[in-house]
């Protein structure tokens, strides 16, 4: 099966710029995450969707970063505007629902200047 | 999911030795334990899992331990080989969908 895909793989902006993630996950997997893991770190959750609907977005700092993911399919993450500290790896994850095991893309480095 | 304590955060061994990582957890709701392994530049990957319901599961080189009473499991790597150098982490699943990883063990094996 083909894995969860993400776009960029690499982004450098300067502070207050925005900017956009992409993910599209395994076919038919119904929860979809979005982490970021900053340099050192483990993994933080940032929001989690189950189909379109949101399950958890309560790490999610709200004034700047959104989510979506229409029809249950494909994700987009966006930051508006970036600051210094959301320098990070992002990390899509896809799964078949709750408890089962997750499945990484790549992730996007996002640099901020 | 909640909170999730992980430890070491770094271990050195040579190769051919054991290496085991623990974590404890305090979600009782808590029901599913995977461990995942992250290499340089790539997204983490599941490398064995286990349910509540079970104690131990092992599939060839790497086992899990669960202890549900004291809230914590842990992960066996035997016979280590200098790819398994790379960081590993445990994630909590528990109650309310929270999913919470590890700190991670940053593991080397010397050759």
């Known amino acids: 099966e083909a894995g969860v895909a993400q776009s960029p793989r690499y982004k450098i902006i300067e502070k207050r710029q925005s900017v956009a993630f992409w993910c599209n996950p395994i076919?038919?997997?119904?929860?979809l995450y979005w982490y970021q893991q900053i340099l050192g770190q483990g993994p933080k959750l940032l929001i989690q969707?189950?189909?379109?609907?949101?399950?958890?977005d309560s790490q999610l700092p709200k004034d700047r970063f959104s989510a979506e993911r229409l029809k249950g399919v494909d994700s987009t993450l966006k930051i508006q505007p970036a600051k210094l500290e959301d320098s990070a790896v992002y990390l899509c994850?896809?799964?078949?629902?709750?408890?089962?095991?997750?499945?990484f893309g790549n992730g996007t480095r996002l640099t901020v200047t | 999911g909640e909170n999730v304590e992980q430890h070491p955060s770094t271990l050195s061994v040579q190769e051919g030795d054991s290496a085991v990582i623990k974590c404890t957890y305090s979600?009782?709701?808590?029901?599913?334990f995977p461990w995942y392994k992250q290499e340089l530049g790539k997204g983490p990957q599941l490398i064995i899992d286990i349910r509540s319901n079970v104690g131990e599961k092992k599939d060839q080189r790497i086992a899990v331990t669960l202890n549900k009473t004291a809230k914590h499991f842990s992960l066996h790597i035997t016979e280590t080989q200098p790819e398994d150098s790379a960081v590993y982490f445990c994630v909590n699943s528990g109650g309310y969908q929270k999913v919470t990883f590890g700190i991670g063990t940053k593991l080397q094996v010397i050759p």
């Open positions: 969707f189950q189909n379109n609907g949101v399950v958890d």
């Open positions: 994850a896809s799964a078949q629902t709750y408890n089962s095991p997750l499945h």
């Open positions: 076919s038919g997997h119904a929860t």
């Open positions: 979600d009782s709701a808590s029901n599913y």
